[in-house]
């Protein structure tokens, strides 16, 4: 069958939109008229309260007789502050992820015994199915990750022998599972893109026992499999920092909305990808890294204050950059004062780029974390308090790893896959009842009218 030229299908498609559009807007002031929470937000920002958790929560201001004061920012998994528990596994010279993810997924931080079995079985689970590699990831290539990725998330329930049981021990298995086999799927998928799209030579690395997650991830990503101590412990770093950030996120709220209809891991999962893989949500830190790119070709002397509050205010009034009128990597809608996570990671990175080619960019970075909030607080006009947020610094760190940009929004994938799977338990265990939210209807009733007496050509 001849598929129709795409100009033939360009007109056809403009003569459907030509009077659709008007159905498509909705004015801004019903949303005020009917007391509407735009984007689930009430009107001095904060998040309308949707459910309860145990799980997490991020802390980044105080009500005082109804006004919002700004604070140091905190995050908590499971009642213990992240900024301690970094502590205590950077002290003891080891790998936090995976202690991370046990405390998320069961609770309790796990003694010495207990971690050791959550890692073997970990690695007993890293392995991909006999020939999902050829017969999933490497079919109908695309050129979005994510898209492949969470494709190759719902065809794991065909190789999964129980994949709609909901028990808890059930659940707790898919979940690690999809913890252990996301990081050997993305690197792989990222293998196969750039050999389909680009023709780079094909490496397709598996697992190795022993290895902590981040250093599988590094070994399966590079083609020579290598990698140093230093490197896979700041990408540890950077997977405990995106774990988890409380249920009210774009992608964990999606979870449990899919969750709460009764449906697969497998599919709720995905879910979360999708919603990931949205630049509003996921993909900021590659909007930093392009708003970076900018700042360092317009800027010409990266000490200057002047010069670079200059290209600030242009990047503010829409005039450079990818004339958003947006400043990305500052601001956040939960932290005020500081967000912990990045003040977590640009002490680590500060670390990692001394005596480097990086050292000169991450002086920048923190020029334009200093800079921002006088600039901001000018051009608009408003009195609130801003701080730089962890994907100012993330897509520095990743380009210090040799990450490429196509992997940032997977990698916090691979982070987050712990915060997911723990509230898609939570929900199924605990929800009891399908998330069903109302929506005012604002159209007008309307009389039939046969096909022969209605307008239009």
Known sequence: MRSTPMSENSELFESLLAGSREHYSIPAQAFTNYNVKRGLRNPDGTGVMAGITKIGNAHGYIINEGDKIAIDGEL??????????????????RFGFEETAYLLFLGELPSKKQLADFDALLDSY??????FTEDVIMKAPTPSLMNKIATSILSLYAYD???????????????????ARLPIIAAQAYAINRSYFYGDSLNIHNPQNNLSTAQNFLRIMRPDCSYTDAEAKLLDLCLVLHAEHGGGNNSAFTCRVVSSSGTDSYSAIASAISSLKGPKHGGANIKVTEMFDSIKAGVSDWSDDDEVTHFL???IRGEAGDHSGLIYGMGHAIYTLSDPRAVMLKKYAKDLAKGTEYEREFALLESVERLTPAV??????????ICANVDLYSG??????GIPEELYTPLFAIARMAGWCAHRIEEVTTGKKIIRPAYKAISKPREY?????????
Do not use: F, W
């Open 396 to 401: 520095l760190v990743y380009r210090m790893l």
């Open 126 to 131: 890293r392995y991909l199915p006999p020939r």
């Open 313 to 315: 205010e242009k990047l």
């Open 76 to 93: 908590y998994y499971r009642g213990y502050n992240v900024a301690d528990l970094i502590r205590g596994y950077t002290e003891e010279n």
């Open 449 to 457: 009218a046969p096909l022969a007496v209605r307008g239009g050509i």
């Open 161 to 179: 022998e129980n994949p709609d049981e909901t028990s808890l021990e059930n659940l707790l298995r898919q979940s690690m599972q999809l913890l």
């Open 376 to 385: 901001y607080s000018r051009h608009k006009k408003l009195d609130k308090t």
